[in-house]
Nanobody, 113 residues
Framework: QVQLVESGGGLVQAGGSLRLSCAAS????????MGWYRQPPGKQREWVSTIQTGGSTYYQGSVKGRFAISRDNAKNTVYLQMNSLKPEDTAVYYC???????WGQGTQVTVSS
């Protein structure tokens, strides 16, 4: 089992930045890919970004160039640096690790205009 705890969410103005963190514990030896999903209010959960063990990164088109995913394998932590935030980025952001998948509890990101 893997437990995930996200942090770093909050309220920011459009154009601002936030950095989300997700710390994994438990059977962390099994973790391969780590990533982020988000669920805007009234919408389905959607994939945002993934980083693989070797460091390969992937981004949803709407966040490419604005967000950056990274990981610290020694700390079993994945980060999401979010810059140039837009109101449409408002969502609950969830950390995910694979195999599993395992999900974090979510952290709220609100971008005001």
């Amino acid at each position: 089992q893997v437990q995930l705890v996200e942090s770093g969410g909050g309220l920011v103005q459009a154009g601002g930045s936030l950095r989300l963190s997700c710390a994994a514990s438990g059977s962390t030896f099994s973790i391969k890919a780590m990533g982020w999903y988000r669920q805007p209010p009234g919408k389905q959960r959607e994939w945002v970004s993934t980083i693989q063990t070797g460091g390969s990164t992937y981004y949803q088109g709407s966040v490419k160039g604005r967000f950056a995913i990274s990981r610290d394998n020694a700390k079993n932590t994945v980060y999401l640096q979010m810059n140039s935030l837009k109101p449409e980025d408002t969502a609950v952001y969830y950390c995910r690790v694979d195999p599993g998948p395992y999900w974090g509890q979510g952290t709220q990101v609100t971008v005001s205009s």
